[in-house]
């Protein structure tokens, strides 16, 4: 069982790139998440979706853009990377939104922006 | 706003000594706690949640926690720590059906052989 898989596992980019972050799920779970991990500040939630075809917007969500084309992919998308968003990026997803649902989270992405 | 605070940013054990991280969060009404746990260079993982019942909560590895209401609390818990729960520790709320969960900052605990 793979349960969350991310893409890739560390990258450096220039500011000014546009990058995409993947995660891919292979539970079939409703809710998926995307945070950022900053030393000091926890886990900050940048976008989430409640189901395929809708996303929303979470704590944090300037700078970055997140589809749901389907149950098991949730990618987000940096249109034009600052040095600000260096971060490390976990994905998390839960069965549903009945709130004793945990979250599962994914490896992680470590992204530095130069 | 709704927030959730861990007391401690840094924690240092011994092995052998007794463990209590607290946590608290400032909402009213029903809520679903969680406590994750973060290994060095990996992902989170859970350690326990409570949602309803006894306060009392069991979780892996030994770890227990207690929820008060009354003290919006949920503290976490081990008698006796060992040199493999250097980890960072984060307690987590969810509210109500619907609505995201909201995490502490962290506590960093090293435990010491």
């Known amino acids: 069982i793979a349960g969350i898989t991310q893409a890739p596992t560390s990258q450096i980019l220039a500011a000014g790139r546009r990058m995409t972050l993947r995660c891919t799920q292979d539970?079939?779970?409703?809710?998926m998440y995307w945070y950022r991990q900053d030393l000091g500040l926890g886990l900050r939630l940048i976008h989430y979706?409640?189901?395929?075809?809708?996303?929303g917007k979470g704590e944090v969500p300037d700078g970055y853009s997140v589809s749901r084309a389907n149950t098991d992919d949730f990618p987000l998308t940096l249109a034009s990377a600052v040095p600000s968003q260096t971060s490390v990026y976990f994905c998390?997803?839960?069965?549903?939104?009945?709130?004793?649902?945990?979250?599962?989270f994914g490896p992680g992405t470590r992204l530095t922006v130069l | 706003a709704q927030s959730v605070s861990q007391h401690n940013h840094h924690v240092i054990l011994s092995e052998a000594a007794s463990l209590e991280l607290g946590c608290n969060y400032s909402y009213g009404g029903t809520v679903n706690l969680f406590w994750y746990v973060q290994y060095p260079g990996q992902h989170l993982q859970l350690l326990l949640k409570y949602f309803s019942g006894d306060p009392l909560v069991k979780g892996i590895k030994g770890f227990e926690a207690e929820f008060i209401k009354s003290k919006f609390s949920f503290n976490l818990r081990k008698p006796s720590v060992q040199w493999s729960d250097t980890a960072e520790y984060f307690c987590?709320?969810?509210?109500?059906?619907?609505?995201?969960?909201?995490f502490g900052p962290g506590t960093r605990l090293s435990v010491l052989p």
């Open positions: 979706s409640n189901t395929a075809g809708t996303t």
């Open positions: 998390a997803s839960s069965a549903g939104r009945e709130s004793y649902n945990e979250q599962f």
């Open positions: 987590a709320v969810r509210k109500d059906y619907g609505q995201n969960f909201v």
């Open positions: 539970m079939r779970h409703n809710a």
